[in-house]
Each structure stands twice: as structure tokens, then as C-alpha cells.
């Protein structure tokens, strides 16, 4: 059956039989292609320069591997990603000559060409412009038209010739027949190829083949406008006077001549088959409906993408996407009695009812319609409420009070009495109805009616929604929070208690017995074993708004709200309970899904039903919209991403896959995208410069990064995406920044200096030791001049002493001797004794003195008997002169010491004495003096009251001015003096003098 319908057959040259058979099948088939068409309604998107686009005349479409779509203007090429436009002209792009172009198409492995208006032919490849003109074969640089075969290989159509691309020698070469004599014009729908006429003949260029046809004398002579070949590859041809004509190519092609308003039918992916009228010049005119309305397009170019959307090209008016829509809308112009709808209601009979706002009430039954009004019994328009109850009565609430549908009219009810008008009406599973009003909640059953109120229990009087649970509790909510009627008491449920917001307006309990509430602005409320979980924007809820909740049976909650109608995975808010994921993905429906207002209404029960169809009804401000859930399609394939530029401090930088940022340069900004043509706007993004951002930055629809500082080091940006479905891209895309360091911060640099501070200070420390080393072998120096010369001065004082002072005193005392034995003592006086006695003892007193002191100036022992003699002499006195029992063992080290130091060493052992006579209150002391092999070790132990606790006794410069004196004499001895001594232990005075 052929794909091109006729309405209207004109009167053909031959009447046989096949062709009457073949019109009556196309008359047929485009009778029922017209119904299936009614049923369908599509919803469209038309972009203009308003949005972005830089001409409203658009002259093809077309959409690469990569999956954008590329749309040849006459004022630059456009590349699309289905929310934003990104124009390539002469004074920003590189390679383009010339902004009007007038065609394109489609090559070998996604390559593009572009014809210009006078400068020639424009070639994208490898992400780079070049443009041929007639150095490569174009003649006179004019390109008229162009078309590509099903291989992908090239042809235009240039001056007067038509030409193909030679990729072997890169240039163009002529194809044109020789024998036409005619010259070759485009087809004028969607570069189909090219054609020529004769008076006789039709020639075609169709998909890199040639073919002529003789034509019918009908047609023959008269000159030919315009020729389009359609989907199918018929001919449709136009002959001046308006006069149409279709040729089918074929083994035995024909001509069929049709009227000037003729009609085709175009056949996209999925099957649906488009109306399209073929008007003067061959215009295009495809008629649909969309959102009830009727709607014409005049596109240039069709064309359906890899998702099977299609899209129109106009002349004029832009550029159009359309899609299936999922929503069909019931308003005052279908018949329902107001567009204002609030309450919706199926009765048991599979009867929908809608309560209007301003008017009555509407019957949807078995595909008609039925309005009731006042007129027709009921007490007001304004109706606020539906049910029915166990005996099949339908109950109406409207603010003229209560009334019951009955035999065609409504009755008006006087009793339950309402303390105001019904927003909620439910009959429960033992027959009581329950009214939920403004002013409190009223229950009636059996003509009795009670009355509940904040008195009894309830957190509010302005009941909304009302609902009985698989338990048989009931549930209250309104504006204050949830009541739960169990065993005749209420418990409250408020924000107190975990819920986001008080403001309750619909209740919905599943097969699984979770419980769903939905908050006039607080999003979504899952309750099952006590357990609590929240949904809102903020973990991917689409709105804050859940007028009513809806379970289509296909795993999805909708949900309604200011904004439209949206629906959730009910698996993913079980994981979002369970831990399992943080966010969930909503999928919103809107105007071109077929509502013709946004605003859903809430508030009065039912906002919403799922009927026994399984079709889900929501009431709006613009009638009540109904969706077959069915029928949505879920998008499963991931949508391709691309990282699109780079801004670096608010200039554009070369994008490659690894990016190298110069040192200074602070504000780095990316563009990315996602490339899915279904409901682009909803698609989510998230991104993440590992090493540095510590986590997945959400984006949600925003299709920029930007980071104001980013420090030097090396790091990947990586951005993935989901479809409008939430299915994830997860390899998204990525590369590779690297930040460079400026000069004072690189390594190398950091390391010069590293090791030029580090040479300066182990310079500067080299010198300070060295200087140390220098001031302590100064001091110490200075110290064994300055003891040597104290030294030599008391030898020379004692020497002095001894030789001098000691013989005059030794000569007084022997000249006082002398004058006592040689005097006459007869004759000498008692006085004169008395005195030389005196002269004499004082003389021997005086020598002893001298001789101590003299002693103590240069031990005489030290010079006559050697070092350890005179230690042993030393000992030997104090022990003596002290009391103290001293124990003196002493190895010979005469030979040891050069004489400068032995006294040295002596004064050390003296010293050391001196301070256990002076202070340690010792009975015994040993000197110990041994030679060992490469060092004498000196010992001086007492077993005295040791020195005080707390007293540093280690650091013999601290320990007072005898220590001192020993620590200097052992450092002239170059040894280390070190002293032990416990509180009531005695002292240990230790040294060890290295020798050779």
C-alpha cells in the first residue's frame, strides 16, 4: 500500500483498471490514516529568534553523531543541545566565509556541509571549518543546492551543474548528463537530490542516480516550477497554472495528476501517519491537533531524531520540535460545564464526575458528556466535594449545603446539619459517612450526627482530606496537622512530631501499606512502621506542592501540584527510606505534555482519581486533565555529554582533553551539556574536579561549573548526567586540569630556595660553631694561661716565701734561741726572758704558718716527691687536720702529666677535699687515682650528707665556685667532670682524662 494518499482524484489520461484499484486503496487508506490521526495529539516547541535563534528562516536540520542538532541560518550556522543555542559565524569562527547559508547535509562519519548564499561550500570536520569554493571545482563558487546518498557520499548542484566530491583529490568534479540540454534546479523538500525539465522530459538526480521519464502529453509543453520528491520517493511536480502532478518511479512508472489542494501523508518512526496538504509552489502543510486546538505547520525540512522526535524547519517562523502528547485535557470547549475543575469522582457504575468551580458539576460516561447546574437541583455552582455511599447514593458538597444525586436530578439534604460547607466526603467501610468541613469534623450514621472539634482531640478545625487506612483508622488532614481516629480517640500528627509541614492535603495508603502524605508546601511524607521519611526539592522532589498523590500500578507515585504534574519512581523513594540512595529523580509533565493550564487545584476531596481504566484524572484551572500511564514511554538509553568551552578569568581558552592554566589566572568556568531532545530542560547534571572537591557537586539542570580559585596542582573534572527518566550517564565525560605554580611557588624553585636557606644555615650554624669553638678554646686558653700564670705566681710567692721570708724568720728564731742559751741567766733579767721565749715561740708559729701557707701556694711535695706523692701527702694532712679517716689509693701518673698540669690535677684532688671537709660532715672519704690505658680516672667519694635534693649536680658550672674552679681545671686536662650525689648518701666527685 503505498505511502502517499490522494483525497481527491482528478481526471487521468488511461482509466484502468490497476489505476483505479490503486486510487480507491490510497482514497481508503488516508480515510483511516485521518482517524488514527484524531486520536493523537501532539504537543510542540517552536523556537525563534527570541530564544535565541539568529534567524527565524531556518534551511535544513540535521544532527550529528555527537547528537547535536545543526540548523544553516541566513545570518550563521546554529548547533543546538535542545536548550540553548550556539551560533558559528564569520566573525567568530574560523574557516567561515560567508553567514548566509542556505542548506546542509549530512557526510561520511558525521562530517558536514554547508552551502553558502555566493561563497561556496562550507565543510565541518574534525571539529574545524573550511570553506571550498572554486579552486576545489565549484563552478563560479555558486552552490544552489546539495544532497547525499544513503553512503554518505557528496553531491551539489552548482551554476548549472552538478557536481561530486572527489575525497581522493579533494575537489569537486562534473557529473552532469551531457545529453538533457536543460539546466538542473533542487527538489525544494529536504535536499531530496535535483531536477530538470524538457518539453518532453523529466530528468531526476535521486540519491546519486540519474533517471529521466518521457512526460504525458498533459503535462508536456508546459513548463515545470517546482519538484519535491516526498518520503517514499515519489515526485510531486508542479506545471505553471498550479497544475500537480505525482510521478511513482517504478518498473513502470506513472503519472497521476491530482488538484491543486492535494493531500500526503507522512510516516514517522513511530508509526503514526502525518496529514500534510501540498499547497501552491508545493508548500507543505501538516496538520495536527495539540492540546485541543488545531494546529498547522509549513515546514521546508522534516526531520526525526535518534530519539524519534520530530522536527520541523519553517521559512519564517522558526523552528518547531513536536512530540506524542501523554495528556489529554477536558475543558468548556470539549463541553465540560467550566474550565475551573476542583473535585473529581468515579461512582461505581465507571462514571466520572467533575465538580466545577463556578457553574456545577460535569458527567463523563461512556464518551459523552452530561452538565448539571442549579437548574437541575443543585443547591450551588460551587461544588467542593464527592463520594458515595454503601447503598450507591452519590453524595455532592457545594456551598449550598448537601445534596444526592438521584434519577437525573440532585436533592438537597437537610440532614446531617454542616457547620459549613463539605471540602471532604467519605463514607467508611461500616457505613458512616464522615464530612469534613472548616469548622470541625462531623460523622452520620443512622440519622444520628456528631460533631468534632480541637475540643475532641483534632489539631484543627479546617479539615481537607480524609482517609481510611488498610487498619480501619481513620485519617483527618488540614490545615494544622493529621488526626488518626483509633478506638474513638484522636492522635495528633504535627510538625512537632516530624511532619515538614501542617498543611495536609491529600492521603494515600499503598498496596504495601506504606502511607503517603502530601503538603500544600512542605513536598512529600512517607509513613510506615513509624518511620518517617520527607521528600522536597531539595533531594529531587519537582515541587513542594502535593495536591494529590496517584499510583498508576506501573511503580510510579504522580503527584500534583501549582506547577503541573509530576511523577516519582515509588522504588526510589523506598531506597531514599531505606539508605540505599540520597536523591530521586521526578519526571514533570507540562503544556506541550497536552495540560492547557499549569496550575493543578487541591484542597477539595477528590483532587484527583485513578479510573477503573487505569487512567489518571487531575483537576485544573483550565479543565481536567487525564493521563493513560500506559502509554509513557521511559527513556532508558543515557544521554551522550559533552564538555562544550572553557572561560579562564572571562576568556574563552582552546579545549583540549588535557588543559594546562598558566600561573595568575584565578576564575576557571566550564560549559558542558547532555544531549536527550525529550523534555531537555529537565535533564540533571552533576560534576566534580577530583582533587579538589571532596564530593559530586549537584547541578541540577545548570550547565556551567565555575570555580573562582583553583590552586596549582593537577586535577580531572569529570560531569555526568541523567535523561529526563533519570537514567544516568555515569562515564559522562572528563579531562584532565593542570594548574601551574608561578615561579615562586615551583617545585624547583621551591627547592632552590630550600637549599639555599638550608646552605645558609648550615653555613651560618658552621659558623657559629666554629666561633663557639673558637671563643671556648679562647677561654679555655685564656683559663690555662690564667691558671698557669696564677700557678707561677704562687710558686714564685712561695718560693718568695720560703726562701726569703722563711730564713729571716728561722734566723729570728735562732738568734732568740741563742741569746736564751749563750745569755747568763743569772744575770738576765725575768722580763727579757720571758720576751726572747715570746720572740722564739712566735717565730716558730710564724714559720709554720708561712710554711702552710707557702704550701698551700705550691705544694713543695709536688716538685720533690711527683704527683702521686703529693697526693698521698695531701690526703695524709687533711685526714689529720680533719679528723676524717681518708683512704688515699694512687697509681703513678708522674709520667703522665707535663708539669703545667699535674698541679692541675692536684688542685682538683685538693679542691675536692676541701669542699668534703668544709661541707660534707663525713667520717670517711677515698681518693682513688687509677691509670688505665688511654686514661686516668679519678675518683673522690665520701659518704657525707650529699648535697641538697633539687641541686643540679651534673652541671658542675652551676654547683659553686669550688666545682667550678675543678670543672675549668678539668677541662685545661681536657676531661669531663661529673658529680653524684643523693640527699644523705654521700657525693661522688668522678673524672676521666684521656691521654696518649
Given at each position: ?18 489505476r483505479?484499484?490503486?486510487l ?17 495529539q ?7 529568534v ?11 536540520i540535521?544532527?550529528t553523531?555527537?547528537?547535536y ?32 547559508f ?46 547525499v ?5 557528496l553531491w ?5 551543474r552538478i ?22 534546479n ?12 524538457s ?19 498533459w503535462?508536456?509543453?508546459r ?33 497521476l ?34 492540546s ?39 475543558s468548556r ?13 468515579q ?12 457553574i ?9 458528556i452530561a ?8 443547591p ?5 466535594a ?9 453524595w455532592?458538597g ?15 439534604i ?8 463539605a ?19 462531623v ?23 480524609l ?65 518517617i ?126 588543559l ?9 568556568q ?83 630556595i ?44 712561695a718560693?718568695?716565701?720560703?726562701d ?34 715570746e ?42 687536720a ?85 670543672a ?29
Open positions: 500500500m503505498p505511502r502517499i494518499a490522494i483525497d481527491r482524484v482528478g481526471a487521468l489520461l488511461t482509466a484502468d483498471i490497476t483505479r484499484i490503486l480507491f486503496c490510497a482514497c481508503v487508506f488516508g480515510l483511516l490514516s485521518s482517524v488514527a490521526s484524531a486520536q493523537t501532539y504537543g510542540y516547541t517552536n523556537w525563534t527570541d530564544d535565541g535563534l539568529p534567524q527565524n528562516s531556518i534551511r535544513g540535521t544532527q553523531p555527537d547528537g542538532i545543526w540548523i544553516p541560518t541566513f545570518d550563521g550556522l546554529v548547533r543546538f543541545d535542545g536548550v540553548r543555542f550556539a551560533s558559528f559565524n564569520r566573525s567568530n569562527t574560523k574557516g567561515i566565509e560567508s553567514n548566509r542556505s542548506g546542509i547535509v549530512q557526510g561520511k562519519n558525521g562530517e558536514l556541509w554547508i552551502a553558502t548564499d555566493g561563497a561556496g561550500l562550507t565543510r565541518y570536520h574534525d571539529g574545524s571549518f573550511e570553506t571550498y569554493g572554486q579552486e576545489q571545482g565549484i563552478e563560479n563558487g555558486t552552490v544552489r543546492g546539495l544532497t546518498d544513503l553512503t554518505g557520499h551539489i548542484l552548482s551554476a548549472d557536481e561530486r566530491w572527489d575525497n581522493t583529490n579533494n575537489r569537486f568534479t562534473d557529473v552532469t548528463p551531457s545529453h538533457t540540454g536543460s539546466i538542473f533542487p527538489f525544494i523538500w529536504d535536499d531530496a537530490g535535483f531536477w530538470a525539465s518539453h518532453t522530459k523529466l530528468y531526476c538526480f535521486l540519491r546519486g542516480h540519474f533517471s529521466s521519464y518521457d512526460l504525458p502529453h503535462l508536456g509543453g513548463a515545470i516550477f517546482y519538484a519535491a520528491s516526498d518520503q517514499k520517493g515519489d515526485i510531486w511536480l508542479e506545471a505553471e497554472g498550479g497544475q500537480k502532478a505525482i510521478l511513482l518511479p517504478g518498473p513502470s512508472p506513472k503519472f495528476q491530482v488538484d491543486r489542494d492535494a493531500t500526503a501523508h507522512y510516516i514517522d518512526q513511530h508509526g503514526h501517519v502525518w496529514k500534510v496538504r501540498v499547497g501552491p509552489r508545493l508548500t507543505r502543510h501538516f496538520d495536527f491537533i495539540s485541543n486546538h488545531a494546529i498547522e505547520i509549513s515546514p521546508t525540512h522534516v526531520f526525526e531524531d535518534r530519539e524519534q522526535t520530530l522536527w520541523l524547519a519553517t521559512e519564517g517562523k522558526g523552528l518547531y520540535q513536536l512530540q506524542p502528547q501523554i495528556i489529554r485535557t477536558y470547549e470539549e463541553g465540560l460545564v467550566d474550565d475551573d475543575v476542583y473535585p473529581v469522582f461512582d461505581r457504575s465507571g462514571a466520572v464526575w467533575v465538580g466545577a468551580w463556578h456545577g458539576v460535569s458527567r463523563f460516561d461512556k464518551g459523552k452538565n448539571y447546574t442549579v437548574r437541575d437541583g443543585l450551588n455552582e460551587l461544588v467542593t464527592i463520594a458515595q455511599d454503601r447503598s450507591g447514593r452519590l455532592f457545594s456551598h449550598g449545603g448537601l445534596s444526592i444525586f438521584d434519577h437525573g436530578r440532585f436533592r438537597k437537610e440532614n446531617p446539619k454542616l457547620p459549613w460547607v471540602q471532604a466526603i467519605l463514607a467508611d467501610r461500616a457505613g458512616t459517612l464522615w464530612f469534613g468541613t472548616v469548622n470541625g469534623l460523622s452520620y450514621k443512622d440519622g444520628l450526627t456528631r460533631l468534632f472539634t480541637v475540643r475532641d482531640g483534632l489539631p484543627t478545625n479546617d479539615i481537607h482530606v482517609m481510611q487506612s488498610q487498619s480501619g483508622d481513620l485519617w483527618i488532614g488540614g490545615y494544622g496537622g493529621i488526626a488518626i481516629l483509633h478506638d474513638g480517640r484522636f492522635t495528633q500528627w504535627t510538625e512537632k512530631n516530624g511532619l515538614p509541614s501542617n498543611n495536609i492535603w491529600s492521603l494515600y495508603q499503598d498496596a504495601d501499606g506504606v502511607i503517603w502524605i502530601g503538603t500544600y508546601d512542605g513536598g512529600l511524607v512517607r509513613f510506615q512502621d513509624g518511620k521519611t520527607s521528600f522536597d526539592v531539595a533531594n529531587g522532589l519537582y515541587s513542594h506542592g502535593v495536591y494529590q498523590i496517584l499510583d498508576d500500578n506501573h511503580g510510579y507515585l504522580w503527584m500534583s501540584c501549582s506547577r503541573g504534574i509530576y511523577r516519582v519512581s515509588k522504588n526510589e523513594l523506598n531506597e531514599v527510606a531505606s539508605g540505599k540512595r540520597h536523591t530521586i529523580t521526578s519526571i514533570a509533565f507540562g503544556k506541550t505534555d497536552g495540560l492547557l493550564d499549569l496550575v493543578c487545584n487541591g484542597g477539595l476531596q477528590p483532587a484527583g482519581i485513578r479510573s477503573s481504566d487505569g487512567k489518571l484524572w487531575f483537576p485544573t484551572q483550565d479543565g481536567v486533565a487525564t493521563v493513560d500511564p500506559g502509554s509513557v514511554s521511559v527513556d532508558n538509553q543515557p544521554p551522550p555529554v559533552l564538555i562544550e568551552s572553557v572561560t579562564l578569568d572571562r576568556s574563552p581558552m582552546a579545549f583540549t582533553p588535557s594546562t592554566i598558566p600561573p595568575g589566572k584565578r576564575s576557571l566550564i560549559e558542558y551539556t547532555a544531549l536527550s531532545f525529550k523534555a531537555p530542560e529537565q535533564l540533571h547534571f552533576r560534576y566534580q574536579m577530583e582533587g579538589l572537591d571532596t564530593s559530586w557537586i549537584d547541578a541540577g539542570a545548570r550547565r556551567t561549573a565555575y570555580y573562582s580559585d583553583v590552586p596549582p596542582g593537577k586535577y580531572v573534572f569529570k560531569v555526568i548526567a541523567a535523561n529526563a527518566d533519570g537514567v544516568w550517564n555515569h562515564q559522562g565525560q572528563e579531562f584532565i586540569v593542570t594548574v601551574l605554580a608561578p615561579l615562586y611557588r615551583r617545585w624547583w624553585f621551591l627547592t632552590m630550600a637549599t639555599v636557606f638550608a646552605v645558609t644555615i648550615i653555613g651560618f650554624s658552621h659558623y657559629r660553631v666554629v666561633q663557639h669553638r673558637r671563643a671556648r678554646e679562647a677561654q679555655h686558653a685564656f683559663s690555662q694561661q690564667l691558671i698557669a700564670s696564677q700557678e707561677g705566681e704562687r710558686k714564685r710567692i718560693a718568695d716565701l720560703h726569703s721570708l722563711g730564713q729571716r724568720l728561722v734566723v729570728i728564731n735562732n738568734l732568740a734561741l741563742f741569746s736564751l742559751k749563750t745569755d747568763d741567766r743569772a744575770t738576765m733579767s725575768g722580763a727579757w726572758k720571758e720576751t726572747a721565749s720572740i722564739s715561740t712566735e717565730a716558730v708559729n710564724a714559720i709554720a704558718e708561712m710554711r702552710s701557707v707557702s704550701y698551700n701556694l705550691r705544694p713543695y711535695h709536688l716538685d720533690r716527691l711527683g704527683l702521686a706523692k703529693a697526693i698521698e701527702g695531701l690526703a695524709e694532712a687533711v685526714a689529720r680533719s679528723g676524717i679517716e681518708i683512704l688515699a689509693i694512687v697509681d703513678d701518673v708522674d709520667e703522665v702529666f707535663t708539669e703545667e698540669l699535674r698541679i692541675n690535677f692536684y688542685r682538683i684532688v685538693q679542691e675536692g677535699l676541701q669542699n668534703i671537709v668544709k661541707h660534707a660532715h663525713a667520717t670517711e672519704a677515698t681518693v682513688r687515682v687509677e691509670h688505665r690505658r688511654d686514661r686516668v680516672v679519678l675518683t673522690i667519694q665520701d659518704n657525707g650528707q650529699g648535697l641538697p635534693s633539687g641541686s643540679r649536680i651534673n652541671d658542675s658550672a652551676r654547683g659553686g665556685f669550688g666545682l667550678t674552679g675543678m675549668e681545671r678539668a677541662a685545661l686536662l681536657r676531661g669531663v667532670l661529673k658529680v653524684h650525689s643523693e640527699s644523705g648518701h654521700g657525693t661522688i666527685v668522678h673524672m676521666e682524662i684521656p691521654v696518649r
